[in-house]
């Protein structure tokens, strides 16, 4: 029994290893304002096709902390995961990012809707408005720990101006990621214990 259990437990975390969480990350599908298909919310963003792929492209309002982006939510997750976030971002020179950054998150939580990760309750990774070569897609990637107490995992993209009157511009997003990868090794060593408890 504890071996089949044990078996059990390998072959679920196999399931999940390696695999693209995300629907339709590279923003294939319907084209427009405020659409994505596979994607939760759409906010002040879009998909076009005017990098000459398929993308989303999200904006700001001229304010401070303005923002426009997308999500998908509540991806089943295990405490321990570590979670990879790469997405493909673009700064047009036509609409150049000013006073914003492109903002990537996860975001934890716990069986009761809670956000987990500390102050903000999300890990993340800014991209300063000024840092990216101008209409070249560059790739950004970040992994993050699954906390104590994690049942699920949000996903959001989203530009997001970084001072008074900034939030200028626009950025665009492509070929998003998420790929969960737990902790097999610590996983097969706990297996490994129940067999030898066996005997
Ligand atoms: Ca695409």
């Known amino acids: 029994m504890r ?4 078996i059990l437990l390998i072959l679920s975390v196999a399931s999940i ?3 693209n969480l995300i629907s339709n990350g590279g923003f294939d599908g319907s084209t427009g304002m405020y659409t994505a298909d596979g994607w939760d919310t759409v906010w002040n963003a879009g998909v076009w096709a005017d990098t000459g792929q398929n993308a989303l492209k999200a904006w700001g309002d001229g304010a401070q902390w303005g923002n426009g982006g997308a999500n998908q939510l509540g991806f089943a997750m295990y405490a321990g995961t570590t979670v990879s976030l790469s997405v493909d971002i673009l700064d047009p ?7 914003a950054e492109a903002h990537l998150a996860l975001t934890f939580k716990d069986s009761g809707g809670n956000a987990l990760n500390g102050t903000w309750g999300t890990a993340y990774v800014n991209v300063g ?3 990216l070569t101008p209409d070249t897609w560059t790739n950004f990637s970040f992994s ?3 906390p104590a107490g994690t049942v699920s995992v949000d996903l959001q993209l ?4 970084t001072s008074a009157g900034g939030g200028g511009g626009a950025v665009w997003f492509d070929n998003v990621g998420i790929i969960p990868e737990p902790m097999t090794v610590a996983l097969l060593g706990l297996g490994g214990l129940l067999l030898r408890r066996r005997k």
Request: hydrophobic share 40%; proline share 4%.
């Open 3 to 6: 071996r089949l259990l044990t």
């Open 93 to 99: 020179s036509a609409e150049p990012m000013t006073g």
């Open 17 to 19: 290893s390696n695999a």
């Open 129 to 131: 408005s000024g840092t």
């Open 158 to 161: 989203e530009f997001q101006g």
């Open 144 to 146: 993050a720990v699954a």
